[in-house]
Nanobody
Framework: QVQLVESGGGLVQAGGSLRLSCAAS????????MGWFRQAPGKERDFVAS????????FYADSVKGRFTISRDNAKNTVYLQMNDLKPEDTAVYYC?????????????WGQGTQVTVSS
């Protein structure tokens, strides 16, 4: 059983930064591909970024390229999402999941989410 716990969300002004963390249980985290998605009220869950098990492949949604960076520390069983130059349209609940790529059906475990609110 894989458990994922996100943290690091909050309220930030436009142009600011946040770093989200996703801590995973399990001894085999280093073999998991991981990703971040987000969901705004009334909208579908959208892909943000993903990273493969070793950290040498990453993939981003066009809307966050150049502003967000996904990374991982396998020694800490944690994946991160550094978010810079935040915009009001980045406001959403952010979820981490185990899997890779832009489709939600490629992911088999999800965290409970962390709220990110960007004020203008």
């Amino acid at each position: 059983q894989v458990q994922l716990v996100e943290s690091g969300g909050g309220l930030v002004q436009a142009g600011g930064s946040l770093r989200l963390s996703c801590a995973a249980s399990g001894r085999t985290f280093s073999s998991y591909d991981m990703g971040w998605f987000r969901q705004a009220p009334g909208k579908e869950r959208d892909f943000v970024a993903s990273i493969n098990w070793s950290g040498d492949r990453t993939f981003y949604a066009d809307s966050v390229k150049g502003r967000f960076t996904i990374s991982r520390d396998n020694a800490k069983n944690t994946v991160y999402l550094q978010m810079n130059d935040l915009k009001p349209e980045d406001t959403a609940v952010y979820y981490c999941g185990r899997g890779f790529g832009p489709q939600t059906y490629s992911y088999d475990h999800w965290g409970q989410g962390t709220q990110v609110t960007v004020s203008s």
